[in-house]
Nanobody, 122 residues
Framework: QLKLVESGGGLVQAGESLRLSCAAPGFILSYYAIAWFRQAPGKEREEISCISAKDGKLSYADSVKGRFTVSREDSGQTVALQMDSLKPEDTGVYYC???????????????WGQGTQVTVSS
């Protein structure tokens, strides 16, 4: 059964970097469209990126464009979210999400990971 596991969260200062990773033990994530969402305290969940599996398209939210980079790693077994120039407003729980009904973004039938906390201090 597909299960997503995020790792790499933590506490950093503004301007620093973090790298999150999403893995699915026993599965190859290159066959899935993968999105990253985040939820800040008191705010709605926000989609920040999506990478398709079939057409390779990649999208970013305006709030992270130019600072965050998504890539498939380890021969497609993981999806990484490289976060540079972090800001306090990037604080939140970050979720990896797989699309179960299609190989391309957007996400219609999501499978959620458990989330990992990212805290950026000013």
């Amino acid at each position: 059964q597909l299960k997503l596991v995020e790792s790499g969260g933590g506490l950093v200062q503004a301007g620093e970097s973090l790298r999150l990773s999403c893995a699915a033990p026993g599965f190859i994530l290159s066959y899935y469209a993968i999105a990253w969402f985040r939820q800040a305290p008191g705010k709605e969940r926000e989609e920040i990126s999506c990478i398709s599996a079939k057409d390779g398209k990649l999208s970013y939210a305006d709030s992270v464009k130019g600072r965050f980079t998504v890539s498939r790693e380890d021969s497609g077994q993981t999806v990484a979210l490289q976060m540079d120039s972090l800001k306090p407003e990037d604080t939140g729980v970050y979720y990896c999400v797989a699309e179960l009904a299609d190989m391309n973004c957007p996400i219609f039938k999501p499978l959620w990971g458990q989330g990992t906390q990212v805290t950026v201090s000013s």
